[in-house]
C-alpha cells in the first residue's frame, strides 16, 4: 500500500484535505481522533496521564479535561515531552493497527498535525504539508473555533513553523484561497501521483527518467535529496552511507531532473538480499537485468553494481548500489567533489553533455561511457585528489 503523511498547521485546512481525500477513496488513519481514544474513561492512557499531572486535569465526570491539561502543557516543555512520552506510543501503536488492516491496494493517509515535530516524515511514501498564511488561519481560529486570539497565537507558536514543515513536504498545498480551488489541488494529487504512485509500488515499477533533457540548476535538489535519504536510511533499518551524486549533487550545474544516489554496502551479497526487498517496499523497486559502471582508462574490468528506481511519478531517482571501497563507488564520489570544487571543470563538463544531448538525445547518457573528456576529467581529478589529500 501507499503511506501517505499529512500535516499542517492549527487552521490550515488539513481535515479539509483529509475529507476530500477520503471522498476520492483513501483510507485515513486521523492521530488527532486516536489521540482522543488512547485517552478515553477506562483506558490505561488515560490512567497514565493521571498519574502523570494528577486529578486536576480530570472533569466532574472523570473523563480528561482536555483544556486543563492544555493549559498544564502548553508552554511548559518537560510537561509537553512527558506527556508525549505517554501519548505517542500508542498513538503510533494504533495507527499502525489501523495502516496494516487496510486493503493491499489501499492508499492511507495518516492525517498527523505534529508530523514535522515528532520526526515520522521518513516513514512515509509521500508527506504532504498544507501550508496557509498565519492572518488566514488566525481568522479561522477566531470565527470557526471561537478561539481568542491570544490562545489562538499561542497554539499557533507553539507548532512548528512554515519553514520547518516546508522542509519535510514532498507536495505543498497552499490553502489560502477557495474551498473549490482546493478540492482541485487535491483531485489533481491523487489523479496525478498518489493513484500511479501506489500502483507502482505495488507493481515494483520505476519510473523512467529523461536523461536527455537538461533542467535547472534547481536549488531544491539537495532539499529533495535530503528527504530520500531518509526514508532510504529508515528503509535500510540501521546504519547505512547514503550520498548524493551525480550532475544534481553539484550546485549551479543544470542536469536531467533525476536525483542520483549512491547507497553503500559491504558487498553486492548484501545489495541482493533483504536490503532489495525493503527499499522496494519503500517506493525503490530494483531495476531487472545486469548493471555496471563503465571503467574509466586503463581499468580493464567493468565496475558492477545494482540498480534501483523510483516509483514516485513526479520524482525520477536512481539508487546506484555499490561496494564500499570499489573503483565505481570512488569515482562517483571523486567527480562529484572535483566538480564542486572546481568552476572550470563544472563549465567544461556542461558544455559537454549539451552536445551529447544535441547530437543524440536518445544516447546522451551513453556519450559519458564513450567520450575521451571523461577520461582525462578523471585523471584530473586524480591529480587534484592526491594534491589536496582527497578521502572519499
Known sequence: MLKVGLTGGIGSGKSAVASRLATLGAVIVDSDRIAREIVAPGTDGL????????????????????????????????ARRTLEGITHPRVRARSAELAAAAPADAIVVNDVPLLAEVGLAPTYHLVVVVQTAVPTRMARLTRDRGMAPAEAERRIAAQADDATRRAIADVLLTNDGTLTDLHAAVDALWRDRLSPYERNVRERRAVPPDPAALAGPDPTWPEQYARLAARIRHAAGGEIRVDHVGSTA?????????????????????????????????????????????????????????????????????????????????YALLMRDHLRADPARRADYLQVKRELAAAAPEHAAWGTVTDPWFDEEHLRAEEWAAQTGWRP
Not at 490512567?47 to 492544555?70: H, M, P, T
Open 250 to 330: 553539484v550546485p549551479g550545474l543544470a542536469a536531467p531532473d533525476v536525483i542520483d544516489i549512491q547507497v553503500t554496502v559491504s558487498s553486492l551479497n548484501e545489495a541482493d538480499g533483504p536490503l532489495a526487498q525493503r527499499l522496494a517496499e519503500a517506493g525503490f523497486p530494483r531495476l531487472p537485468g545486469e548493471w555496471w559502471d563503465a571503467p574509466r582508462q586503463p581499468e580493464p574490468v567493468r565496475w558492477a553494481k545494482r540498480l534501483h528506481g523510483g516509483a514516485d511519478p513526479a520524482r525520477p531517482v536512481r539508487l546506484h548500489l555499490r561496494e564500499a571501497g570499489s573503483p565505481g563507488w570512488r
Open 47 to 78: 490512567a497514565e496521564v493521571v498519574a502523570a499531572f494528577s486529578e486536576k486535569i480530570l472533569d466532574a465526570d472523570g473523563a480528561l479535561d482536555r483544556a486543563a491539561l492544555g493549559a498544564l502543557v502548553f508552554g511548559d516543555e518537560a
